[in-house]
């Protein structure tokens, strides 16, 4: 699975958009991202997932730039209850090997 | 909603118990996932199931043993309780075509005294 880079900590007004990055210059073809977050003593939760394309569901969006190497997790409007720490994750869609494969991630903190 | 449940968010054993941890999933898929999380060492892979009574081992086996006797099932089992196994214990679930979308259960932080 191709190395992804993010900022250790982030800071982001309750309201505003958070806007999380994430370097994987060296993403393959068939290559998805993944973006999971875990808030403080609970379980990784998933929130999105995508290949070229942006993608967008209830919680967040993601944009994958044109050449693939990085994307950006956007919460549009921003709650306390979204401080936690976020997890992009690059990987192939399905078979072989299935763990997922957490790095650092951002720790984003909603400033009231 | 994928619900993924654990028998127990926080469990005290003594060194050389026999413990068991359940996972239980409401969504029929067919993969199940052990991990452990400690800090500093991010997320690690204990064991993983992909259909009843079939197991592989994940990157840290050693000590640590599973039952997938039901689909919706996956029981990790600590032969003898270590305090190096003191962790957060973390059951995950995906669909057998869709592995890197896993729905995690709220974690049993695991103490061994």
């Known amino acids: 699975d191709a190395k992804t880079t993010q900022p250790t900590s982030m800071d982001c007004a309750e309201g505003r958009a958070a806007n999380l990055p994430c370097n994987h210059s060296?993403?393959?073809?068939?290559?998805?991202v993944y973006w999971y977050r875990q808030i403080h003593s609970q379980g990784p939760q998933y929130i999105i997932h995508g290949l070229k394309n942006n993608e967008t569901n209830e919680m967040a969006s993601l944009i994958i730039t044109e050449d693939r190497k990085s994307s950006t997790l956007i919460l549009p409007h921003a709650t306390l209850r979204d401080t936690a720490v976020y997890y992009c994750?690059?990987?192939?869609?399905?078979?072989?090997?299935?763990?997922?494969?957490f790095g650092i991630g951002t720790k984003l903190q909603v400033i009231p | 909603d994928v619900k993924v449940t654990q028998s127990s968010r926080y469990l005290v054993k003594r060194t050389g118990e026999k413990v068991f941890l359940e996972c239980v999933q409401d969504?029929?898929?067919?993969?199940m996932f052990w991990y452990r999380q400690d800090p500093g060492l991010g997320l690690r892979l204990i064991y993983f199931s992909y259909d009843v009574k079939m197991k592989e081992k994940g990157d840290i086996p050693e000590g640590y043993s599973v039952s997938r006797e039901k689909k919706e099932r996956f029981s990790l089992i600590l032969e003898s309780a270590s305090t190096n196994q003191t962790s957060m214990y973390l059951c995950a679930s995906s669909m057998v075509d869709r592995g890197g979308e896993q729905y995690f259960g709220p974690g049993t932080r695991l103490t061994v005294t």
């Open positions: 969504m029929d898929h067919e993969n």
């Open positions: 060296t993403i393959s073809g068939n290559e998805y």
């Open positions: 994750i690059v990987r192939g869609y399905s078979g072989g090997y299935q763990k997922v494969t």
